[in-house]
């Protein structure tokens, strides 16, 4: 199965006083850097979607700390990692997912088999990602992806492997700018998601400086910028 990944990375981050959740560093490594090694173990190439600290992925690169290249808007370094935002910024996670979808649809290969779909603010998504492509993988044809449900029920459709057919169509439902402010609920509701147990804390996510605590998330330092150089 040819996976293809997107993450989101643009959200306001209005209960972390609009800190970048993207840069947040647990061990060293933003969360956007581990949410893309976390994409790549799996996918043939990522796109970032949103407006981020571009420069940081790059010296994350550069370092060597990340598998890939990057493609920063038109200009590509190489074709592992591509960078774009949804227009309107901060448009809701369907119109990111639709400006990723759309940057993968543009680039040189076919979109592959599936799209893993994952928000940038999970530090242990790494654990359940090879869980959801197996999930897919042994599934029925008439599935249209795997989908991670928490420990309280909740599915997490940005935690979810799509089949690229069935999110294709579900873009299409939607005219052009539709999908701006909408919910992922809006846009998945209709397709067939095969329900994956998360693992413990693999989608513990950072919305408040309380799970940045809980979660070892921190502001990166001086030296840590610095290092990334």
């Known amino acids: 199965m040819l996976i293809d990944a997107v993450i989101l990375a643009g959200g306001r981050s209005a209960r972390l006083g609009s800190v970048a959740k993207s840069a947040l560093q647990v061990g060293g490594r933003s969360l956007v850097e581990l949410t893309v090694s976390a994409a790549l173990g799996v996918s043939r190439r990522c796109v970032v979607v949103g407006p981020i600290d571009l420069a940081e992925l790059d010296r994350a690169v550069s370092a060597g700390r ?5 493609v920063f808007g038109d200009e590509a370094f190489g074709d592992s990692v591509l960078v774009t935002r949804e227009e309107p910024p901060f448009a809701g996670p369907a119109a990111a997912l639709e400006a990723g979808v759309r940057k993968l649809a543009a680039a040189s290969a076919p979109l592959g088999d599936a799209v893993l779909v994952l928000a ?6 790494e654990r359940q990602v090879p869980v959801l492509v197996a999930a897919l993988a042994a599934a029925e044809a008439g599935v249209d992806g795997a989908i991670t449900v928490d420990a309280s029920g909740r599915r997490q459709p940005l935690a979810c492997l799509y089949r690229s057919g069935a999110l294709l169509d ?9 999908l701006v402010g909408r919910s992922m609920r809006d846009l998945i509701g209709e397709l067939d998601l095969l329900p994956v147990a ?4 693999a989608t513990d ?4 400086w309380e799970d940045a605590a809980r979660l070892g998330a921190t502001l990166p330092t001086r030296e840590m910028k610095e290092g990334a150089r």
């Open 66 to 70: 990340t598998p890939g290249n990057v």
């Open 205 to 208: 996510d950072v919305d408040t």
């Open 170 to 178: 579900a873009l299409a439902r939607f005219s052009p700018g539709e």
């Open 198 to 201: 998360g693992l413990p804390s």
């Open 120 to 125: 940038c603010d999970m530090p242990a998504i």
